[in-house]
């Protein structure tokens, strides 16, 4: 079967740091997406990761451990706009595998 | 314009009717992708489209949905006797060529209620 998992739910202050964790049991692996996507909005993409490692994007940056079936989202310098669900997702094979996403609350 | 377009952006339907949701991807792309996304969950992937075929159509939840695409472009997807469980907004993406890496972008989705 095919499963991502991550948090419901997160809150954090303006100007943190916070880390938005993502398990995953998919059946082919062909990289990991995250995307960001406000209310009522379409998805937008953030990052992805194919290899083992960090990737940093400015404010964003992005960890894949493939034998753990694991990955991060990390988000520095959080601010007020950074309010939105973050989706991981798993390419296997020529679909996506979405997670139900984590809906991040920035607080002032 | 540049962006993937999806209409209409709202339909409201009653149950037992069939309903038609358009999306035209960013030109050139020869990957489209239709996604169902129910209030406050993840995406459902349905069915993707490479060119003209749909090599994986293992999403689509069963035999009263249906999606085409022509000329490599537009695609629409079909729901037949809706019922109250197909409201959802369904969002289409397209991306280049649908290799492994390639970014989808997505449209802005059509809110379907069934009543």
């Known amino acids: 079967g095919q499963n991502i998992d991550q948090p419901t739910e997160m809150t954090a202050t303006e100007g943190a740091i916070v880390q938005i964790n993502c398990t995953y049991q998919t059946s082919g692996f062909n990289g990991l997406f995250w995307y960001q996507q406000h209310a009522g909005e379409a998805p937008t993409f953030l990052s992805y990761n194919v290899l083992d490692g960090l990737e940093e994007k400015g404010r964003f940056s992005s960890f894949l451990s493939r034998s753990k079936g694991y990955s991060y989202l990390l988000l520095k310098e959080l601010q007020m706009k950074d309010s939105a669900s973050y989706l991981c997702?798993?390419?296997?094979?020529?679909?996506?595998?979405f997670g139900p996403g984590t809906r991040l609350s920035v607080l002032p | 314009g540049a962006g993937v377009s999806q209409s209409p952006s709202n339909k409201v339907t009653e149950k037992g009717k069939d309903v038609e949701l358009r999306c035209d991807p960013i030109?050139?792309?020869?990957?489209l992708y239709w996604y169902r996304q129910r209030l406050g969950q993840g995406l459902e992937f349905l069915i993707y489209f490479q060119g003209n075929s749909a090599p994986d159509k293992s999403g689509l939840p069963s035999d009263r949905f249906s999606a085409e695409r022509t000329g490599e472009s537009v695609s629409t997807l079909t729901i037949q006797r809706t019922q109250q469980e197909d409201s959802a907004v369904y969002l289409c993406a397209s991306s280049n060529s649908g290799g492994a890496l390639d970014t989808q972008y997505f449209g802005p989705g059509t809110r379907l209620t069934v009543l």
């Open positions: 997702a798993v390419r296997g094979g020529q679909n996506f595998v």
């Open positions: 030109s050139g792309h020869t990957a």
